[in-house]
Structure formats: structure tokens, C-alpha cells
Nanobody, 123 residues
Framework: QVQLVESGGGLAQAGGSLRLSCAAS????????MGWFRQGPGKEREFVAA????????YYADSVKGRFTISREIAKNTAYLQMNSLKPEDTAVYYC????????????????WGQGTQVTVSS
């Protein structure tokens, strides 16, 4: 069983930055593909970014490309999402997810989910 705990959400002004963290339990963190998703009010959960088990491959949604960076630190069993140049439309609950096999952009590609952390961007 894998447990994921997100932190780092909060309130930011447009143009500002936040860094989300996702702490994972389990000894095999290095083998998980990690992803970040978000769900805004009244919207479906959408893909934000993903990183391979090695960290050598990353994917981003077009809406965040060039502004957000996903990374992972194996020694700390932690994945990160650095969010810069934030926009009001980035406001959402952000979820960390882990996959033991697939490496994709769909929520169904991921086996484990965190509880989510709220990000609110004011204009």
C-alpha cells in the first residue's frame, strides 16, 4: 500500500509562485511514476504533469508548460511541483498520484492518490 501526502498549497497572487510537495510511503518509491492532477470548481480532474521513475522523462499539460516544473527526490521519497507565474485559472485542488506500471496523462493510469491540497490564485 502506498500513501501520498501533499503539502504546500495556499493563497498566491497572480504572477507569484508556490511549491507543492508529495511525500510517499513505501520502500519502492523510486519505481513509481508520479503525476500531478488538479480539479477546479465544477470541473473534471485534469492532468498537470508527470515524471518517470528515473526522473529522466517529464510530461506537462499545455496550459502549464514553461511555468510549472515537476521533479522528484528519491532519497526523501518526495515529488514536487514548482509553480511559477501563477494565474487565477490555476486555482484548484491539486492531487499527487502514483503509478506502479503505467506512465500516462489519465487519472485511470494511476493507482494511488493523495488527499489533495488547495491552491488559490488571486488576481
Amino acid at each position: 500500500q502506498v500513501q501520498l501526502v501533499e503539502s504546500g498549497g495556499g493563497l498566491a497572487q497572480a504572477g507569484g509562485s508556490l511549491r507543492l510537495s508529495c511525500a510517499a510511503s513505501g520502500r519502492t518509491f523510486s519505481s513509481y511514476r508520479m503525476g500531478w492532477f488538479r480539479q477546479g470548481p465544477g470541473k473534471e480532474r485534469e492532468f498537470v504533469a508527470a515524471i518517470s521513475w528515473s526522473g529522466g522523462t517529464t510530461y506537462y499539460a499545455d496550459s502549464v508548460k514553461g511555468r510549472f516544473t515537476i521533479s522528484r527526490e528519491i532519497a526523501k521519497n518526495t515529488a514536487y511541483l514548482q509553480m511559477n507565474s501563477l494565474k487565477p485559472e490555476d486555482t484548484a485542488v491539486y492531487y499527487c498520484a502514483a503509478s506502479t506500471s503505467r506512465f500516462g496523462r489519465r487519472p485511470s493510469d494511476y493507482n494511488y492518490w493523495g488527499q489533495g491540497t488547495q491552491v488559490t490564485v488571486s488576481s
